[in-house]
């Protein structure tokens, strides 16, 4: 059974935890696409462990280093192409944690994105409790529920418009292919991958406003751009001023083949 127009305190932890993954970042905006590689260019940078020298994230926008010399390359503009894909289709697994004036938080998704559908479970965990969601969106509704609930309930796609894009803009990882650096071919879990590591501090726009960028940034991607792995750190600043830093991994998978998403019954 489908539930109405919800109470705004049932609604409100629910977004707020959408907001908090969303959060953890997406380029602030998109070129366009770009040729793939047709073969491997050499390795001309080698993986490093420490973050880079970074400014704050309320002046990164304003201070962006130069890129260097080894900035770009065709797998980076072939990422940059992928990621740019509209419409957007994959599966997603990610695991966020973060520090907070208020405490620790850890977050994790697991989410199918097609287009304007969504299908997702969330689960939000801080140091007074957490909360577990799920999430579907089909055409111009939206169906939520806490964990363990038997109802759904159903409210207008406009209502989470906001956290939606969000998330959807939390895919799009890097925008600009002169922030990656080629590392070299590796293999990651037998499979045959391409590393690119950030040449400079990568910036993002935070879905609750403010100013974020990706202190740490590690991609694994396929030969034609396909991401498959990130690992990252990043630095925040909400409109408030509210300093917030943490690890963000993500897990591609089905990226660009045909997914379904069916409403609820």
Not at 102 to 126: P, R
Not at 250 to 262: A, L, Q, T, W
Request: a negative charge; hydrophobic letters at 40%.
């Amino acid at each position: 059974m489908m539930a109405g127009m919800p109470t705004r305190g049932r609604l409100v932890p629910l977004l707020m935890l959408v907001a908090t993954l969303a959060a953890c970042g997406g380029a602030t905006n998109s070129p366009p696409p770009s040729e793939v590689p047709a073969s491997a260019p050499a390795a001309t940078k080698p993986a490093t462990e420490a973050p880079p020298s970074v400014a704050p994230p309320s002046e990164a926008a304003a201070t962006r280093q130069p890129p260097p010399a080894d900035a770009g390359g065709p797998y980076a503009e072939a990422l940059v192409a992928k990621l740019a894909s509209d419409p957007l289709v994959l599966h997603l697994e990610q695991v966020a944690s973060a520090t907070t004036p208020a405490g620790e938080v850890e977050a994790t998704l697991s989410a199918d994105f097609s287009g304007n559908d969504l299908d997702l479970t969330m689960q939000l965990t801080t140091a007074g409790g957490g909360v577990d969601m799920d999430m579907v969106i089909v055409d111009e509704t939206a169906y939520v529920r806490q964990r363990g609930d038997a109802d759904w309930t159903s409210v207008p796609r406009d209502v989470a418009e906001a956290e939606i894009a969000g998330l959807v803009q939390n895919m799009r990882l890097v925008s600009d292919p002169l922030d990656l650096a080629y590392v070299g071919p590796e293999v990651v879990d037998g499979r045959e991958l391409h590393h690119l590591t950030a040449s400079r501090a990568i910036p993002y726009a935070p879905g609750a406003g403010g100013t974020g960028q990706y202190d740490v940034f590690d991609i694994w991607i396929e030969e034609d751009g396909t991401p498959v792995l990130a690992k990252t750190a990043f630095s925040a600043t909400d409109p408030t001023g509210i300093e917030v830093s943490g690890t963000t991994n993500f897990e591609f998978s089905n990226f660009g083949e045909p997914i379904e998403i069916v409403a609820p019954e």
